[in-house]
Every structure is written in structure tokens, then in C-alpha cells.
């Protein structure tokens, strides 16, 4: 099996064994993909809503606020 950090050899008896764990790893993966693009999606949204909010607090327009990224490139690609 390939993966994105190596390569491991295993045999067809390991394979039948492990093959649930995989399945269920993999579905996981898929899932925490999956929410990462809507929590990205959502921190941008929020980053523009909070920046008036800090400065007004804070009664200072130039207080460093955070901001998010827009690149899809950061973003984990699902692998076909």
C-alpha cells in the first residue's frame, strides 16, 4: 500500500484482517475533509464579522486582528 508518507508491504492475510480498519480510517479522512472546507468556508465569514467588533472593543482601528486565508490551495484535496 502506498500513502502519502510511504509504502507498506503487507500480505493477503494481513490485508483481510486490516481491511475493516482501513475502510473505517478512510472514512474518517473523507469525513474530517469534508469538514474542514465548511469550517474553512465559516472562518471567513466570521473573520470580517469580528475584525469591527475587536476594534470597536478595544476603541482602537488599527488593534491586529487575525484573518483567514481564501486559498483553496491550503485546503486537504479528496484523492479519487
Known sequence: MTGLIGTIFLTDEQKRILSPEIAA??????QTRAMMEQIHNEA?????????????????????????????????????
Not at 480510517?25 to 473523507?30: E, G, P, Q, S, T
Open 25 to 30: 480510517v478512510r472514512d474518517l479522512a473523507d
Open 44 to 80: 471567513i465569514e466570521v473573520a470580517a464579522q469580528f475584525k469591527p467588533i475587536v476594534r470597536n472593543y478595544f476603541d482602537d482601528p488599527k488593534f491586529p486582528v487575525p484573518t483567514v486565508v481564501e486559498s483553496k490551495e491550503g485546503l486537504a484535496q479528496k484523492n479519487p
